[in-house]
């Protein structure tokens, strides 16, 4: 088959594919060259975040395109939709970049409650600020998980070691975790917990779902009753958080911190949170170690052999 790789993936994995017999181009394109047709000739394309197969791509690049995998989980940058109109298969990789955005998230937590980036920044510019660096522990504290998929079951077993209480809202959840407290609402999650990490999808659903109201309810003395402040951590999607919201929350004190690695607009230049002392971010780099692309590379190798053998891969999405 023809393969396509717009956004890069690992090395091997693309050695394999060529091992294997498949013709494989990488080069990214723009959305206009997309929108006139040039991977059209292709049977498969192999995305990241970057490329958005909107509903006028995949029918710009329906002649003989047959399947789009997403190296990665999110696919809203995917119209399934239009796929499906195509008899265009979509798949992604849900399991290879778990543990990677589960450290990523624990540690986000870690280092704002403990003000570690503030404490480089500050002595790399001659300052020894321990006094004003005092944190808090998250031993004793309520987490929030908005959204219980792989991610926030992995980030919650790690907390739970750390003698966090986990909390969780899910719509979709089937309850099976006695040791977790669920929520019936994003509300009651939000004003019991002093830390919420966010792990949904992006959808109309979740579109801007934590904004100021839900920010200005949740507590800042944790269930051991010491001041602790209360802190967001998103390594989900970009839009799930109001960043206007957000900028306004820690900047008037209803928000002691954040920390983003997904963000509205990607790339990110020019964004106020980014001037806040009490504001942390990394450049969407969940998936980003070597393990779990070397991982995701494997698995798009796994999903191409079996669709190039009829067998429909087992993370087919339509």
């Avoid at 394109?29 to 929108?35: D, G, K, P, R």
């Avoid at 909107?54 to 789009?68: F, M």
Wanted: with cysteine; glycine share 8%; aromatic share 4%.
């Amino acid at each position: 088959m023809r393969i396509a790789i717009t956004d890069g993936i690992d090395p091997s994995a693309k050695d394999r594919l060529v091992e294997i017999g498949h013709d494989v181009e990488e080069r990214h394109y723009t959305n206009q060259e997309l929108l006139d047709g040039c991977i059209a000739d292709f049977d498969v394309v192999i995305i990241r975040s970057a490329t958005k197969m909107t509903s006028e791509v995949i029918y710009a690049n329906s002649h003989k395109l047959s399947l789009i995998i997403r190296a990665g989980v999110g696919v809203d940058n995917i119209d399934i939709e239009a796929a499906n109109e195509n008899s265009v298969l979509v798949c992604n990789t849900p399991s290879s970049s778990t543990n990677a955005v589960v450290e990523l998230a624990i540690g986000h937590l870690i280092s704002t409650n403990r003000r570690i980036i503030r404490g480089d920044v500050m002595l790399k510019n001659g300052i020894w600020g321990k006094k004003e660096l005092r944190g808090s522990e998250l031993r004793g504290k309520n987490l929030g998980l908005l959204g219980y998929g792989r991610i926030a079951r992995g980030v919650a077993d790690i907390a739970k070691i750390m003698g966090m209480n986990i909390h969780v809202y899910d719509p979709y959840l089937v309850k099976t975790d006695d040791d977790c407290i669920y929520h019936e609402n994003v509300e009651s999650l939000f004003s019991s917990c002093t830390h919420v990490s966010i792990h949904c999808y992006l959808s109309e659903e979740t579109h801007h779902l934590v904004n100021r109201e839900l920010i200005s309810i949740m507590p800042k003395i944790g269930a051991d009753g010491i001041f602790c402040g209360n802190h967001i951590v998103n390594c989900a999607r970009g839009g799930i958080i109001d960043e206007s919201d957000l900028l306004d929350s820690l900047i008037n004190g209803d928000l002691t911190t954040a920390a983003l690695d997904v963000f509205e607009i990607e790339p990110i230049v020019k964004n106020d949170l980014l001037k806040l002392e009490n504001f942390q971010a990394t450049p969407h780099i969940g998936a980003s170690t070597f393990e779990a692309q070397n991982r995701i590379g494997m698995e798009i190798v796994s999903i191409v052999d079996d669709f190039s053998k009829g067998v429909k891969p087992g993370s087919s999405l339509n």
